[in-house]
């Protein structure tokens, strides 16, 4: 089989290492990395990949502004680089690097003809009171409710104003977690925090509610296992029919009961949970209730069945966790 010429920025990031060890399971390895690597511990994820070339994603858009890089030499462009921080304040920080630099990649990709597959955030849907429809004609009717979340939002109107939807992919993943995702510090999942809280003290932390009508804990979330997340993605980027926004998750919202519970029963552990109260910085920017409504993805012909939430809890806690393992090792 020919290999094909794969862009990946944020190709040394959670999902974006995850997503090329997938491809490298399918056998493809020419694959170009863009990324920041900063000074934590990112660079760990490339270790056990194949790729043919890395570059700095600030040179990357530099030469593809300055028309020095041509994207006409990749089959594919996995635009997966972000700011992912949803506590990060910088407001022009995030409209550079998250808005500017898309906008740029996507419309140099689309001259160029190759396909554009970037990540959107299921942020972009606010608190929910709008529902989570990824076939909405006015996504202007959004309301983000923080600056990470409007900063992909501002694409996806972008994209839809100026046509652009019809020709690329956006990815609206939801609560994704798995191994790769150690450098993410406070933004990484629960199972990841959570497991280093249970070493340490025994107990897992979860958010007190400030809603009437959730208890503690049973704040619900679809959780996504990576695996799943990055076999979602590779789907809509090999199928050329499918186009716009997609809704990537597991199609089911459980609580963080739910999967705290899954974490002990992993570690085969009592369940010993106690409840905080929720960080000033998160009041009235907290999403209590998230579920991703898969129907389009199922549409575009995906039949691969997400495994239960005990399943994948398991295998990341299991298998990656505590060997303290990557993707591909």
Not at 77 to 100: I, K, P, Q
Not at 114 to 129: E, K, N, P, W
């Amino acid at each position: 089989m020919k290999q094909q010429r794969i862009l990946v920025t944020g190709g040394a990031g959670f999902i974006g290492s995850a997503l090329v060890n997938a491809l490298n399971e399918l056998g493809e390895d020419e694959i170009i990395i863009a990324d920041q690597l900063g000074q934590d511990d990112k660079w760990k994820n490339l270790v056990p990949l194949r790729y043919a070339d890395y570059i700095d994603a600030g040179d990357l858009i530099e030469q593809v502004r300055q028309d020095r890089m041509r994207l006409s030499a990749f089959s594919k462009v996995f635009h997966l680089g972000a700011c992912s921080a949803t506590t990060e304040r910088d407001a022009s920080y995030l409209m550079e690097n998250n808005y500017a630099y898309t906008k740029d990649l996507a419309n140099a990709a689309i001259r160029a003809d190759a396909r554009f597959v970037y990540a959107s955030s299921a942020a972009t849907y606010g608190d929910g009171s709008l529902g989570m429809d990824d076939t909405l004609e006015d996504l202007s009717k959004l309301r983000p409710l923080n600056m990470y979340g409007y900063s992909k939002h501002l694409f996806d109107c972008y994209a839809q104003r100026n046509g652009l939807l019809s020709q690329i992919v956006g990815l609206k993943y939801f609560n994704v977690f798995g191994p790769n995702e150690e450098h993410k510090g406070d933004m990484r999942s629960l199972v990841s925090k959570a497991y280093q809280q249970i070493l340490d003290t025994g107990t897992i932390k979860l958010f007190k509610s400030e809603h009437p009508e959730y208890r503690d804990g049973e704040q619900k979330r679809d959780f996504l296992y990576v695996k799943d997340a990055v076999a979602m993605t590779i789907h809509l980027s090999e199928n050329r029919e499918a186009s716009g926004l997609f809704n990537l998750g597991s199609g089911q919202a459980n609580t963080w009961l739910a999967l705290a519970n899954a974490i002990f029963e992993a570690l085969g552990r009592e369940p010993d949970i106690r409840f905080i109260d929720l960080p000033e910085v998160l009041r009235g920017k907290y999403q209590y209730y998230t579920c991703a409504d898969i129907t389009k993805l199922v549409k575009s012909g995906f039949r691969r069945r997400v495994p239960s939430l005990e399943t994948s809890v398991k295998d990341y806690v299991q298998n990656y966790l505590v060997p303290g393992k990557c993707l591909g090792e």
